[in-house]
């Protein structure tokens, strides 16, 4: 009834029906999938352009950012869109703050907090990013640059995990809302790691924790 009703043969509706998918169309579906997952695991926070990041800079996918944006709205995505207006936006978190100032853990290795501090010599100002312990309040990682760059926490990551080889996702990294830790770069390195992030205010993890 179908075919007559659209006037096409009942052998031509078949041969359609059995026809593959076009390779573009294949491609979208991998693609959503991904996007997909990447958008869940940033907890329905990244946009398109974060999650066309994850895609070619993380993954080494070549896809357009136009073709990321409908794909997104085509599954019903989007990021955490941040009104304008007289709110300190420097101070909200990308992160969930899983710690909640609640610093006393029951075992090393639960809770990890990093930040920066600022030094004056006599040849000028150096940063110094440390990651510390929670239990044993010890310094496990740091790292010392003039500049207070993303390189600066990655690398101060980086030592902490090589030393104490963290359990994935079962230790906490609680930092600032700095951009070094709000970079591209240092949140792949903590899913890397498989470390949980969490973030607070600015200046609220380890320097007052």
């Known amino acids: 009834m179908a075919c007559r009703v659209l006037q096409v043969s009942t052998s031509g509706y078949y ?11 294949l491609r979208n579906k991998e693609l959503t999938k991904v996007i997909r997952q990447i958008h869940a695991d940033s907890r329905g926070s990244y946009g398109s352009p974060r999650v066309h990041a994850e895609l070619t800079l ?7 950012r136009k073709r990321v944006e409908r794909l997104m709205r085509e599954a019903g995505l989007q990021g ?12 909200q978190a990308t992160e969930e703050d899983l710690v909640q100032r609640r610093f006393d853990v029951e075992a090393p290795d639960r809770l990890w907090l990093t930040d920066i501090a600022e030094h004056p ?3 000028g100002k150096v940063y110094c990013a440390a990651v510390m312990d929670a239990y044993s309040r010890r310094v496990i990682g740091w790292s010392i640059d003039a500049r207070q760059n993303t390189d600066l926490v990655v690398n101060a990551l980086a030592m902490a995990v090589a030393r104490r ?21 240092f949140g792949k390195r903590l899913r890397d790691a498989g470390l949980l992030g969490s973030m607070g205010t600015v ?6 924790g």
């Open 15 to 25: 041969e359609w029906l059995g026809r593959p998918e076009p390779p573009r169309e």
């Open 58 to 64: 993380g993954l080494g996918e070549k896809v357009n």
């Open 80 to 91: 955490v869109y941040r009104r304008k207006g007289r709110s300190n936006l420097v101070n």
């Open 121 to 123: 010599t006599g040849g």
């Open 165 to 185: 080889k963290p359990d994935a996702r079962s230790t906490v990294l609680h930092s600032d809302h700095g951009t070094q830790y709000t970079s591209w770069v």
């Open 203 to 208: 200046g609220d993890s380890l320097l007052t």
